[in-house]
């Protein structure tokens, strides 16, 4: 199913377009459900014991489960599909972006004198992951457009298409579902600032007002475009958000500043060297007291071969280059390596509060938080998804 966006900044859509998008949607659905279902029975019946019989013994990584199952039939229609309906996703949206383009130009300069602020850096030095590819194979990445509103309402359209109702209605469900965590969890941590690094168009961004009303919000990105996007998307919502064009690796903050740093699907898109230095950065602006908090794809050590290799498909087949990297490293030893102190970190898996509701979450909060890092739907968008995250606490 995809979702109809319930904020006012999107592109409006012909009755073909809603069509369309529901089109892709099903595909997806019926590709991350039914026929990944398909590829598991074939990984168990043939690819493994094929590999068994060659090597003595069992695919033990992600690596060697890909190994396996390339060139098995199940795993060829699988991603050939998924190739071609990521695509869709993206060429499903085109037209009703470029043909509202002036409409939502003219709205957000309408919506400028709400509160909040954008404060773009025509001088920053954008990073090659940003552009010099079309991540997740979306066209023109995120600088397509330039400053302009275009890879903004690309994406914001896109992910309503791809999610398939997976992530909420104005597509929030990960920011939602961990601030409210937060606040189950720590329920005397009040932040008064909090800072969302690598926002795109702040759709996890402005969660965080809704849980923690009298904090100053502040989120940042390197490209401009989603940025211009974000900002008039809040002010339409009447979010006093204060966005900015930064580096998440280079942040213009002063030392011991906020009390919480976040972002959500964020480290994954970084080389190994800028994901060091983004939460070197994080440790450095944030307060004694503060926290640290990542939303991302569960990593590999906590999963078999097959489930690991099942994420890792996005870093061969989707224009992703630095997901299995990331997913390669612990996020424990990343947060060691940033200064945070052994037993200050801790990780958890979150049930989407979308789809569990409030009550699962409360009881996640409260219950066993080791429980559930390795389940199936973990980080997976299908049928059931559960959100992974990690932070620690700068003491
Ligand atoms: C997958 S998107 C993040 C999604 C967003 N956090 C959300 O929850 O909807 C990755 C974003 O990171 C930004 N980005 C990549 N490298 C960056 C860097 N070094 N500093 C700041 N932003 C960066 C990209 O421009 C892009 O908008």
Redesign the pocket.
């Known amino acids: 199913m995809t979702v109809e966006l319930q904020h006012p900044m999107k592109a409006q859509s012909t009755p073909d377009e809603v069509a369309r998008g529901r089109f892709v949607s099903g595909i997806r659905g019926l590709i991350l459900n039914d026929l990944a279902t398909d590829m598991k029975d074939a990984y168990d019946r043939r690819a493994a014991p094929a590999f068994r019989k060659e090597h003595g013994r069992d695919p033990e990584t992600s690596r060697e489960a890909h190994q396996a199952l390339r060139g098995d039939p199940a795993f060829n229609i699988y991603s050939a599909m998924r190739v071609q309906a990521q695509k869709m996703v993206w060429a499903s949206v085109a037209d009703s972006v470029e043909r509202e383009g002036d409409r939502l130009a003219h709205e957000a300069e309408l919506a400028a004198a709400a509160p909040g602020s954008l404060t773009l850096d025509p001088a920053l030095d954008v ?1 090659k ?2 552009h010099a590819i079309d ?2 194979l979306m066209p023109g990445s ?1 600088t397509r457009g330039a400053d302009s509103l275009e890879a903004g309402a690309v ?1 914001d359209r896109g ?1 309503a298409v791809f999610s398939m109702g997976l992530m909420g209605a104005n ?1 929030d469900d ?2 939602l579902s961990m601030s409210q965590y937060i606040k189950q969890r720590f329920p005397d941590f009040a932040p008064q600032r909090i800072l ?10 402005l969660p965080w007002k809704q849980v923690y009303p009298d904090a100053e919000l502040i989120a ?4 401009p475009g ?1 940025l211009a996007y974000a900002s008039a998307r809040a002010k339409m919502q009447g979010q006093d958000v204060q966005f900015r064009q ?5 942040l213009a903050f002063e030392d011991a500043s906020f009390d919480v740093v976040w ?4 480290l994954h ?2 080389s190994k060297k ?1 994901r060091a230095k ?1 939460l070197d950065e994080a440790f450095r602006v944030l307060r004694q007291g503060g926290l640290m908090l990542h ?1 991302e794809l569960p990593p590999n050590a906590q999963m078999g071969a097959f489930e690991g290799f099942y994420l890792d498909w996005d870093s061969y087949y989707n224009n992703e280059p630095y997901y299995k990297g990331y997913r390669d490293e612990l996020p424990g030893d990343l947060c060691a390596r940033a200064g945070f102190a052994d037993g200050d970190f801790f990780e958890f898996v979150v049930p989407s509060v979308g789809i569990y509701g409030e009550q699962a979450l409360i009881d996640a909060a409260r219950g066993d938080r080791a429980e559930g890092v390795g389940q199936q739907t973990t980080g997976r968008l299908a049928e059931g998804v559960m959100w992974y995250g990690f932070g620690a606490w700068k003491k």
């Open positions: 990073p992951n940003v991540v997740h995120y994406y992910l597509l990960i920011g969302d690094t690598g926002c795109t168009v702040g759709h996890n961004t940042i990105d390197a490209a989603p930064m580096c998440a690796d280079d972002s959500s699907m964020f898109e970084l800028q983004c939303m």
